[in-house]
Nanobody
Framework: EVQVVESGGGSVQAGGSLRLSCTAS????????MGWYRQTPGNECEWVSS???????TYASSVKGRFAISQVNATNTVSLQMNSLKPEDTGVYYC???????????RGQGTQVTVSP
């Protein structure tokens, strides 16, 4: 059974930074694309970023240049470094296996990120 566990959320002021982490188990991590979705306070589920099995990365336009996704295959971990945070980044962030930017799917435990003005 594939499981992911997110961590690293918190509350920061606008302009601050947070680093989210996700540890996956039950899969051959090296073979999968990984990524992040977020659910906004308005309950909209959005794709945020993906890192492909080959290491290439993609970002939603709203976070490009501020967020950086990375992974460590040896520890089955994918991270999301979030800088210059804005109040509109507030939401519950979910780690995803084989993320689909066109069909975001916010499920699981998630980790809360709150950015105050």
């Amino acid at each position: 059974e594939v499981q992911v566990v997110e961590s690293g959320g918190g509350s920061v002021q606008a302009g601050g930074s947070l680093r989210l982490s996700c540890t996956a188990s039950g899969l051959a991590f090296d073979d999968y694309d990984m990524g992040w979705y977020r659910q906004t306070p308005g309950n909209e589920c959005e794709w945020v970023s993906s890192i492909m099995a080959d290491g290439s990365t993609t970002y939603a336009s709203s976070v490009k240049g501020r967020f950086a996704i990375s992974q460590v295959n040896a520890t089955n971990t994918v991270s999301l470094q979030m800088n210059s945070l804005k109040p509109e980044d507030t939401g519950v962030y979910y780690c995803a296996v084989d993320p689909d930017a066109g069909r975001p799917d916010c499920r699981g435990q998630g980790t809360q990120v709150t950015v105050s003005p």
